[in-house]
């Protein structure tokens, strides 16, 4: 099995940074595309940065180049850095990693329990 650890939520405010990790650990042959989303309630959860194992990244719209995605394949870990926060980037953010437990084996998506970043004044 495979555990995602999140980390580095706080509360801040706006125009503030922050930055998120997600560390993976467990039964880890290899990893994939790792991203970063987030919900608020009521919505669905979505796509915030994604990052492929040959470094390519996406971002939603919204980030507006606001956020950078990283990942430190070594220690099997993802970042976010979140700059010029507002109040509408409050949510619960969450790291998905793609992960091959064994040589020849599937991919399949593994999630973290989530992080709450709150932005206000």
């Known amino acids: 099995q495979v555990q995602l650890v999140e980390s580095g939520g706080a509360s801040v405010q706006p125009g503030g940074s922050l930055r998120l990790s997600c560390e993976a650990s467990?039964?880890?042959?290899?990893?994939?595309?790792v991203g970063w989303y987030r919900q608020t309630p009521g919505k669905q959860r979505e796509m915030v940065a994604v990052?492929?194992?040959?470094?390519?990244?996406n971002y939603a719209d919204f980030v507006q180049g606001r956020f950078t995605i990283s990942r430190d394949t070594a220690k099997n870990t993802v970042y976010l850095f979140l700059n010029s926060l507002r109040t509408e980037d409050t949510a619960v953010y969450y790291c998905?990693?793609?992960?091959?437990?064994?040589?020849?084996?599937?991919?399949?998506?593994?999630w973290g329990q989530g992080t709450q970043v709150t932005v206000s004044s």
């Open positions: 467990g039964s880890i042959f290899s990893t994939y595309g």
């Open positions: 990052i492929t194992s040959s470094g390519s990244t």
């Open positions: 998905n990693q793609q992960v091959r437990t064994a040589p020849g084996g599937v991919i399949t998506d593994y």
